[in-house]
């Protein structure tokens, strides 16, 4: 597995960088050579934060760890546990994909018992239809404040695309937009 680095307010050194390169070690038996994984540690307040993800090539899958922690290499293996669990929940999910058989070594990935597949089956509860109205992006932000939901779905005045504004755990806002 091929890892990049990347650091925000924090300063990356090599021996870091080694570190968590070990403890990420543990996911190579479950990824072939050509799987890069994007590692960004940064530092928050007093705690430090990792944040680990792995697109599975070809597929349009995503695994991705987000930890919080007083010590960086105990957020990395917090990251590190979850995207093991994800590995093992989704196995059979993901080896349906076309493509992720290329990238992934299921033979490594224990199956998860029967019980634990029951609790994690999606149940679509509700199906709500909702009239998407054309405005601006700032419209939009104005509009799911007063609703106070943390996303909005609305349609671009500008790019005529569907699109999602939502709030960050920054504090500030996002926007998905579709890409073709």
């Given at each position: 597995?091929?890892?990049?680095?990347?650091?925000?307010?924090?300063?990356?050194?090599?021996n870091?960088?080694l570190?968590?390169?070990?403890k990420?070690?543990?996911?190579?038996?479950?990824?072939?050579?050509?799987v890069?994984?994007?590692?960004?540690?940064?530092?928050?307040?007093?705690?430090m934060?990792?944040?680990?993800?792995?697109?599975?090539?070809?597929?349009?899958?995503i695994?991705?760890?987000?930890?919080?922690?007083?010590n960086?290499?105990?957020?990395?293996?917090?990251?590190?546990?979850?995207?093991?669990?994800?590995?093992?929940?989704?196995?059979?999910?993901?080896?349906?994909?076309r493509?992720?058989?290329?990238?992934?070594?299921?033979s490594a990935?224990?199956?998860?018992p029967?019980?634990?597949?029951?609790?994690?089956?999606?149940?679509?509860a509700?199906?709500?239809?909702l009239?998407?109205?054309?405005?601006?992006?700032?419209e939009?932000i104005d509009q799911?404040?007063?609703l106070?939901?943390d996303?909005?779905?609305?349609?671009?005045?500008?790019?005529?695309?569907?699109?999602?504004?939502?709030?960050?755990?920054a504090?500030?806002?996002?926007?998905?937009?579709?890409?073709?």
């Amino acid at each position: 597995m091929k890892v990049t680095f990347y650091g925000k307010n924090i300063n990356l050194r090599e021996n870091t960088k080694l570190d968590v390169q070990k403890k990420l070690s543990r996911l190579d038996k479950y990824f072939s050579q050509d799987v890069e994984a994007k590692v960004t540690l940064s530092q928050e307040g007093t705690s430090m934060r990792a944040e680990i993800t792995i697109p599975i090539p070809g597929s349009g899958t995503i695994l991705r760890a987000d930890q919080h922690d007083e010590n960086l290499l105990d957020a990395v293996d917090a990251c590190v546990a979850g995207l093991v669990s994800q590995i093992r929940k989704y196995k059979t999910k993901l080896e349906k994909k076309r493509y992720a058989s290329e990238s992934i070594r299921f033979s490594a990935i224990e199956d998860v018992p029967k019980e634990e597949v029951a609790q994690d089956e999606h149940d679509i509860a509700r199906v709500k239809e909702l009239e998407v109205m054309p405005m601006s992006p700032e419209e939009a932000i104005d509009q799911m404040e007063l609703l106070g939901h943390d996303f909005f779905l609305f349609l671009n005045m500008e790019t005529e695309s569907i699109c999602c504004v939502y709030r960050r755990k920054a504090g500030n806002y996002g926007m998905l937009v579709p890409k073709r």
